[in-house]
């Protein structure tokens, strides 16, 4: 509740915009490619296709921003024993997590409620690739913060580093539209494989998915036990204020 005041305030539609916020972003985003009328390697609707992407992105671009330079700010709550640096992150990856979900859950609904999108083939399948994206998204992030803390050269080039992953998650094309020789080498990128696995749940049979589910969970357990590392040292040397 802490963060959700902090970060949105009382005032205007306050909290609401923790889901408003991406939506508008993934709805702007659909509305321009379907006006340029633009090409993603894919017979499916621009709406879908963006709306699988784009929504993704969000998920694990995100949290690590949020992560970054959360600790100093909030120096005055570790002066409770019971605060330590993983709960501000956990906080501020819960508001970046559930935002973005209730965003793509509403989008979805309003999507298929005007005929604009099929609902999903396969909600599990749906749900298995977002909950590895969020992962994913989780771990990253509470790595940065923690390493963030150590030097600020993470913070300045975390900006320019996300924007360079962004066209390479995925969000903008499908795996198999790529050339047989690049689908091998984009595959090591770990969030296709998520958004794969989010786009073979919504389509189906409809489109051709290529995923490694072991390689993206894989990289989730990396994330995370080397995060909960670097956090666990973060706070071994943090005074409070």
């Not at 409620?113 to 992030?141: K, Q, R, S």
Request: proline share 5%; glycine share 8%; with cysteine.
């Amino acid at each position: 509740m802490r963060e959700i005041l902090t970060r949105y305030g009382r005032h205007n539609i306050g909290f609401l915009w923790l889901f408003v916020e991406p939506m508008l972003f993934t709805t702007g985003v659909t509305v321009l490619w379907t006006l340029s009328k633009s090409v993603h390697g894919s017979s499916l609707p621009i709406v879908a296709f963006a709306l699988t992407g784009y929504s993704s992105v969000l998920l694990w671009r995100n949290m690590p921003a949020r992560c970054i330079g959360a600790i100093e700010p909030n120096l005055a709550l570790m002066y409770h024993r019971n605060v330590r640096p993983i709960d501000i992150f956990a906080a501020r990856l819960l508001l970046e997590g559930g935002g973005a979900t209730i965003s793509f859950v509403t989008l979805s609904l309003f999507y298929i409620y005007i005929g604009w999108l099929e609902p999903p083939e396969d909600v599990l399948t749906v749900i298995e690739g977002w909950v590895l994206i969020g992962w994913f998204g989780c771990g990253l992030a509470m790595l940065m913060g923690a390493l963030a803390e150590k030097s600020e050269l993470v913070d300045r080039l975390w900006h320019p580093a996300s924007y360079i992953m962004f066209p390479l998650s995925g969000a903008a094309f499908m795996v198999d539209a790529l050339p047989p020789a690049a689908q091998k080498y984009i595959l090591y990128v770990p969030m296709v494989n998520g958004v794969e696995i989010v786009r073979e749940g919504y389509f189906g049979d409809h489109v051709r998915v290529h995923y490694d589910l072991g390689y993206l969970f894989a990289w989730c357990v990396a994330l995370t036990l080397l995060a909960l590392t670097q956090v666990a040292d973060v706070n071994r040397g943090i005074t409070p204020e």
